[in-house]
């Protein structure tokens, strides 16, 4: 029989700005699903991407003063430095400036075109350029954009459209006879709701900027920056040319995005698949909101969090854990650092790091740190061992409801369990006694729960999933494991273990932890003037200067202000340690190419080398700015 397969995608990400948390929370809970998935026994394809058309990023490149290709080829390079970072197991990664997605665009369009679903006209409307949405006047609130709230502009341009209204009547009986279409619940009845109050024509080309893909048979057209992006779900299948790709991988069985997006994914995107004669994705999940604080997170609002300098103090795990646990998926939720510390050191370090701990260092006070065989238990053991049992297929069930955060309960669930089972069995008694018969039985079940944590929490926690077998010194790969391993009783007596340093170190909550978003807002002090001192062009040519592209930026452990950069100078690499926490994030730096001063002596800065130093501009208010070139300079290059 050939394997149940599982098709998955996020949203591809407009590299208009820097990914934050929000978009970390979507790719996190695609990833866990995934890697369930597959840890299930099934054939998985995980899709992302970026989303690089359109006015919005014509107009971001403009204001940067770089094209569009430049702008959009440095951030979404850290886009990948961002998902690597997370230990995100993607797939595929579609750019929508690519040749075969370009393709697949064309095809589309020019398909729907010649059975007559697209068609010429001239709109005259609203635009939300932030949301790159059209609307109608009727449904503007205020004269604003309904969705974000931020001022419309007005259209007049020739344009295709396409007839959404025509398939209204089989996309509600479609919505009618799927119930999980469209998930959650609440998101079913607000789109039906919407189709109901009548559906325009949507206007899919634009005449009045060139960044898009080109209408095929319309010269000045460029395609409508959500039709092209789509598209995005076909491209990843080899569309139009891979037909078997295709078979084996439509539909697609869950497309995961966040609520705000959910029209596109519900009502366009099943048009066009109609229109195209193609079957529809199995679901379209729509979940709640990152809430920061008091609202959403948005650069505006000067609260947005870069989920590097996270990972870098708090580790991904804490991380990634927080956003799948805290959250009940499907509502919104908010994130606080403070939250965050707490989560950690709860349920990571006094649950889940102590008992691998305590456990470990019993098995070595006992039985010098070897899985001893274990005899007939008490009911006490059997009732731990039932649960244990059950948890697999439970977890199973809760994944394949998208449960995330009830699938996390679940596993905790034997984390304290066995927390108890210590508590109530007290091995430290059953030692004293002449025959060890209940120690050993107790042991082996401590370890065998251990073993069972470690192979269920991986697809959330991969690191954590890999160090508990790391110390239970398993030899099987972890990675080949699947769900068929969480049977209980596989662990062989006769392993020798091997306890290593706590896998969650608490976080201290000192008053330096202040949330990010405050830490940024404080600006420096104004600098003192000093004195002019006149230098002539000898003493200035001492000084080298050279344009230097960043290759990583983390926090530096310890320091506030300070940022530590990997830069690429051309001929060769450093390390320099700069001042500049809080003006730039880590992801606003990655790609960027700086001035730096390339001979000064090498200095430590709390405790890390810096070997040269950048240039930045200084404004009287404080605010501080990066002297930078665009890609056009290659690294290395002499700056005079
Ligand atoms: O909409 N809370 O891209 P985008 C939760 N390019 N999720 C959040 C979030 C928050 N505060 N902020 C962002 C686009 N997200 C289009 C998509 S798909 C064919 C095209 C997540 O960069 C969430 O998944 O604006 C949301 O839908 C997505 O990022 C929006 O990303």
Not at 214 to 223: C, D, G, L, R
Not at 624 to 637: D, F
């Amino acid at each position: 029989m050939s394997k149940e397969r599982f098709y998955i995608t996020t949203p591809i990400y407009y590299p208009s700005d820097h990914l934050h948390i929000g978009h970390a929370y979507t790719t996190v809970a695609a990833d866990a699903i995934a890697r369930w998935h597959k840890f299930a026994g099934r054939d998985v394809l995980f899709v992302t991407g970026s989303d690089e058309h359109g006015q919005k990023i014509q107009r971001a490149a403009k204001k940067e003063g770089v094209s569009a290709q430049a702008y959009v080829d440095r951030i979404v390079s850290t886009f990948k430095v961002l998902w690597d970072k997370m230990n995100i197991e993607y797939d595929d990664f579609i750019r929508t400036t690519e040749p075969r997605h370009e393709k697949a665009v064309q095809t589309v369009f020019q398909t729907i075109y010649d059975r007559g679903d697209i068609y010429k006209s001239a709109y005259r409307g609203w635009y939300c350029t932030p949301c790159e949405t059209f609307w109608t006047e009727n449904r503007l609130v205020d004269g604003n954009c309904p969705d974000c709230g931020r001022p419309v502009e007005l259209l007049e341009e020739e344009s295709y459209f396409f007839r959404l209204n025509k398939y209204a009547p089989r996309l509600l009986e479609h919505i009618e006879k799927h119930p999980d279409f469209i998930r959650p619940e609440a998101r079913r009845k607000e789109m039906v709701n919407f189709i109901q109050s009548g559906l325009e024509d949507l206007c899919v080309s634009r005449t009045s900027f060139d960044w898009g893909v080109p209408v095929p048979f319309a010269e000045n057209h460029v395609v409508y920056v959500w039709f092209d992006a789509l598209t995005n779900y076909l491209t990843a299948l080899g569309y139009p040319d891979d037909q078997k790709m295709q078979d084996r991988w439509w539909p697609a069985d869950l497309h995961l995005v966040g609520k705000e997006i959910m029209r596109f994914h519900t009502i366009i995107w099943p048009i066009i698949l109609m229109a195209l004669d193609l079957p529809l994705p199995k679901t379209v999940f729509g979940h709640g909101w990152l809430l920061f604080e008091s609202g959403k997170m948005s650069k505006s609002k000067g609260n947005v969090v870069d989920p590097l300098v996270l990972i870098d103090k708090y580790g991904v795990d804490p991380l990634r854990y927080f956003l799948l646990r805290e959250i009940s998926f499907g509502q919104d939720g908010n994130f606080s650092e403070r939250a965050l510390i707490e989560r950690t050191n709860a349920d990571l370090a006094n649950d889940l790091g102590n008992l691998l701990n305590r456990t470990l260092s019993m098995l070595n006070q006992y039985f010098k740190g070897v899985v001893p065989q274990p005899g007939e238990g008490t009911e006490k053991d059997q009732a731990f061992i039932d649960f244990a049992r059950g948890l697999g297929p439970a977890v199973d069930k809760r994944m394949r409801n998208l449960e995330l955060n009830e699938a996390l309960i679940a596993i905790w669930q034997l984390v304290g369990k066995a927390n108890k089972y210590i508590d109530d069995r007290a091995p430290w008694d059953l030692a004293k006694a002449e025959d060890k018969g209940e120690l050993k039985t107790v042991m082996y079940n401590l370890i065998e729960g251990l073993r069972l944590t470690a192979l269920l929490v991986k697809s959330f926690l991969p690191a954590t999933g890999g160090k508990i077998w790391a110390q239970l010194n398993l030899k099987e790969d972890l990675d080949a494991q699947t769900l068929a391993a969480a049977e209980w009783g596989r662990l062989l007596p006769g392993t020798k273990t091997r306890k290593g340093d706590p896998i969650f170190p608490r976080i201290e909550t000192k008053a330096e932890k202040r949330p990010l978003s405050k830490q940024r807002k404080e600006k420096k002090k104004p600098v003192k003037k000093r004195e002019g001192v006149l230098l002539n062009i000898e003493e200035f040519s001492k000084i080298e200067l050279a344009v230097a592209e960043i290759l990583q930026a983390e926090t530096v452990q310890g320091a506030d202000r300070l940022l530590k950069l990997q830069i690429d100078l051309g001929s060769e690499k450093r390390q320099i340690v700069a001042g500049i926490a809080q003006y730039y994030t880590p992801l606003e730096l990655i790609g960027r190419r700086i001035v730096v001063v390339k001979n000064l002596k090498p200095v430590k800065l709390r405790g890390e080398l810096s070997q040269g130093m950048l240039l930045a501009a200084s404004a009287p208010d404080g605010n501080l700015e990066l002297v930078t070139v665009s890609s056009a300079i290659p690294a290395g290059s002499k700056v005079k």
